[in-house]
């Protein structure tokens, strides 16, 4: 793949310029995502446009709130949620062009943020996310219908080959949901996992030790988009350099979740497709609505274990 495939056709639709060409895939790429189940971009975002949300994140994690959650018996932030509520320059980059559109043009519909993190993989601290898939996790506890949703990873900090980079298992998408158990005592977050014997017969069909796992690396401001039935992982950080990095989770909006089995700030329930901001928004000041500025409304750590349309129909 080039280094960067949008650069001849990177255009903004914006909020009110839909008439604008959008962004293209091509159709080699749309095949390849197919096969595979993911994409790299390299230095999709350019340094300033990295550094702008990288100046952000202390701020986001100096915060004592349940949205952010810290590494077991540490103090380092493992994952922080729903920055796109909080802090402007996440708030930009939840309605950005070069994320949105190539994730709207393969699950062709407007969309909506399933999800937003915000996670640290600290030097020294950060630990592992044990192999997984995240649909398994909205199907069983969001009750999300189907697979019609994209993971989209955004390097904050580089990414290389000691600091715990993502890794996949390409193809296993094609597997749908496999089976998976609740994990909550490995790491401070609880997660559906995949057993090693699974994980291991996925390998061996994905090819072993030629290309059965792989792992994107590369520069700050760097971007996956990866299938929602993808199972990945990622090993603990040893190094010396954080590997900060942004998770959004793009939901088709007619595939909305149907219960609040789970705070809103992990699984959130606006379901109004994402208008886009301009493509120069990371560097530029432009009107952004962050409901959460001044703080997380008791409403958002409400939950149910009873659908929400049910609940509408006995109210
Ligand atoms: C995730 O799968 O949600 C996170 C994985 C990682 O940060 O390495
Ligand atoms: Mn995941």
């Given amino acids: 793949m080039s280094e960067n495939p949008f650069a001849a056709t990177r255009r903004c639709t914006g909020a009110n310029l839909n008439s604008e060409p959008a962004m293209q895939l091509t159709p080699e790429q749309i095949a390849q995502f197919d096969r595979d189940g993911y994409l790299f971009f390299p230095r999709q975002f350019s340094p300033e446009e990295t550094q702008a949300l990288l100046d952000a994140v202390p701020e986001l994690y100096a915060k004592r709130d349940a949205f952010n959650v810290r590494e077991k018996g540490r103090d380092a932030v493992r994952t922080n949620f729903a920055a796109h509520m909080v802090s402007k320059p996440f708030g930009k980059l939840g309605r950005h062009p070069r994320m949105i559109e190539p994730v709207e043009m393969l699950l062709g519909e407007k969309l909506y943020m399933h999800q ?112 929602s039935c993808l199972v990945h992982a990622s090993t603990s950080n040893l190094s010396p350099w954080n590997r900060v990095a942004v998770y959004l989770s793009l939901c088709a909006v007619s595939n909305h979740i149907r219960r609040h089995k789970r705070p809103e700030y992990i699984a959130h329930r606006d379901f109004t497709p994402i208008e886009c901001l301009p493509d120069d928004c990371l560097l530029q000041d432009y009107p952004v609505d962050l409901p959460w500025k001044d703080g997380m409304p008791g409403s958002a750590l409400q939950t149910s274990t009873v659908p929400f349309d049910a609940q509408k129909a006995a109210a």
């Fill in 116 to 227: 937003f993190k915000v996670n640290g993989k600290m030097a020294f601290e950060g630990d592992v996310w044990q192999w997984h898939q995240d649909y398994g996790t909205w199907l069983n506890d969001d009750m999300m219908p189907t697979e019609r949703a994209m993971n989209v990873a955004i390097f904050l900090d580089d990414v290389n080959e000691h600091n715990g980079p993502l890794m996949f298992i390409p193809g296993s998408h094609k597997r749908g949901v496999v089976a998976a158990k609740h994990d909550l005592s490995t790491t401070s977050y609880p997660l559906w996992t995949v057993d090693n014997e699974l994980i291991t017969s996925l390998v061996e069909r994905a090819g072993g030790k030629n290309g059965g796992i792989v792992s994107p690396k590369g520069p700050a401001g760097s971007m996956i988009l990866f299938h």
